[in-house]
Nanobody, 121 residues
Framework: VQLQAYGGGLVQAGGSLRLSCAASERTFGVYGMGWFRQAPGKEREFVVAVSMKGDATYHADSVKGRFTISRDNFKKVFLQMNSLKPEDTALYYC????????????????WGQGTQVTVQR
């Protein structure tokens, strides 16, 4: 599975961005999908994930109530980010998993190349 993340950019604090992740695989529907992020000098961290069927989502505490993940039937996953904060600045990655340990990066077999999100004060 090849994944391509896009939609990042520069935004003011309090603003919104919508990231997208496009999958190449027609069996995209068998994978749970997640978003992770990594800020300079920090470890990669889990952000949000959606189950294979799209009927369950999982969020890091830091983004609850602000970020929403969704998926369509056409090999895409979306991350709607509202009320952005400077601490959300990071390189955002989408990833695919056949497992259910949503919070663990090691569970994800496929990764996109990352898209940069920068939030200015």
């Amino acid at each position: 599975v090849q994944l391509q993340a896009y939609g990042g950019g520069l935004v003011q604090a309090g603003g919104s961005l919508r990231l997208s992740c496009a999958a190449s695989e027609r069996t995209f529907g068998v994978y749970g999908m997640g978003w992770f992020r990594q800020a300079p000098g920090k470890e990669r961290e889990f952000v949000v994930a959606v189950s294979m069927k799209g009927d369950a989502t999982y969020h890091a505490d830091s983004v609850k109530g602000r970020f929403t993940i969704s998926r369509d039937n056409f090999k895409k996953v979306f991350l709607q980010m509202n009320s952005l904060k400077p601490e959300d600045t990071a390189l955002y990655y989408c990833a695919a998993t056949r497992g259910s340990s949503w919070y663990l990066g090691e569970e994800y077999a496929y990764w996109g190349q990352g898209t940069q999100v920068t939030v200015q004060r």
